[in-house]
C-alpha cells in the first residue's frame, strides 16, 4: 500500500536549519509530483511547495520563499525539505503528500497524505 | 494569489442533516479544485478533486459542486464519522492555497 513516512522534525533555535525528509514506498515514486503542507497546532492547512517528477520544477509558498528548498531524490524514492533561516511561525506539523495527477499534466489534488512530523522553532 | 475563504467557519448539526459549506475564491478560477476532511490528530483524506469528482472510497453522501470563483461541498445525511473539519484547495496557479477551514461538530 501508498505509504508516505516523514522525518527529521524537533526543536530548533530560530535562525537554524532542519532537513526533513520523506520516504515514500507503495507506489512509482518518480511518476508523481510531491507536496510538502504544514499545519500550525490549532490552525488550519497551509501549502509549503510542491515539486514536479522529476525535480525539475519546484513552487513554493511566499512564506517560505528563498528560505526553503524542496527536493527529491528518486533514486531512494525519497522527498526532503530544506529549511533554513527558521523562524517562530514555522512551527508546525510537516506533511509530506502526493499530487494523484499524472505527469505531464498538471497538479489535480493531493490524495495521499504522511502522518507529519512536528517541527517547533523555540530558543 | 488566490485567497480562498470558507463558510461558516464553524457548523454545529445533528445526525442525518444534510449540511452544505461554501469556498469563495478571490479571483476566478478553473476546476482544480479539491475538497479534504481532517479529524483530530490525522492527516487530511481526500473527498472531492475536479470540484465534483468524488475520490474513489469516499461515501457517496458528499458531493462537490460550483464553478469561477464559488464552490461547495454537500453532506446528505451526516453521519457520526463526518464530525471534522473540512478545507477547500484550489490547485489552479501558485501558490496553492487553502481555506481556513469549516469544523462540524455536534448539536
Known amino acids: 500500500q501508498v505509504q508516505l513516512v516523514e522525518s527529521g522534525g524537533g526543536v530548533v533555535q530560530p535562525g537554524r536549519s532542519l532537513r526533513l525528509s520523506c520516504a515514500a514506498s507503495g507506489f512509482t515514486f518518480s511518476n508523481y509530483a510531491m507536496h510538502w503542507v504544514r499545519q500550525a497546532p490549532g490552525k488550519g492547512l497551509e501549502w509549503v511547495a510542491v515539486i514536479s517528477y522529476d525535480g525539475n520544477n519546484k513552487y513554493y509558498a511566499d512564506s517560505v520563499k528563498g528560505r526553503f528548498t524542496i527536493s527529491r531524490d528518486n533514486s531512494k524514492n525519497t522527498l526532503y ?18 499530487d494523484q495527477g499524472i505527469p505531464p499534466g498538471p497538479l489535480v489534488s493531493i490524495d495521499c497524505w504522511g502522518q507529519g512530523t512536528l517541527v517547533t522553532v523555540s530558543s | 494569489d488566490i485567497q480562498l475563504t470558507q ?18 475564491a478571490s479571483q476566478g478560477i478553473s476546476n482544480y479544485f479539491a475538497w479534504y476532511q481532517q479529524k483530530p490528530g490525522k ?35 451526516l ?17 496553492l492555497t487553502f481555506g481556513g477551514g469549516t469544523k462540524v461538530e455536534i448539536k
Open chain 2, 79 to 95: 453521519q457520526p464519522e463526518d464530525f471534522a473539519t473540512y478545507y477547500c484547495q484550489h490547485l489552479n496557479s501558485y501558490p
Open chain 1, 81 to 98: 525539505l530544506q529549511m533554513n533561516s527558521l523562524r517562530a511561525e514555522d512551527t508546525a506539523v510537516y506533511y509530506c503528500a502526493r
Open chain 2, 43 to 77: 492527516a487530511p483524506k481526500l473527498l472531492i478533486y475536479a470540484a465534483s469528482t468524488l475520490q474513489s472510497g469516499v461515501p457517496s453522501r458528499f458531493s462537490g459542486s460550483g464553478s469561477g470563483t464559488e464552490f461547495t461541498l454537500t453532506i446528505s445525511s
Open chain 2, 7 to 24: 463558510s461558516p467557519s464553524f457548523l454545529s448539526a445533528s445526525v442525518g442533516d444534510s449540511v452544505t459549506f461554501t469556498c469563495r
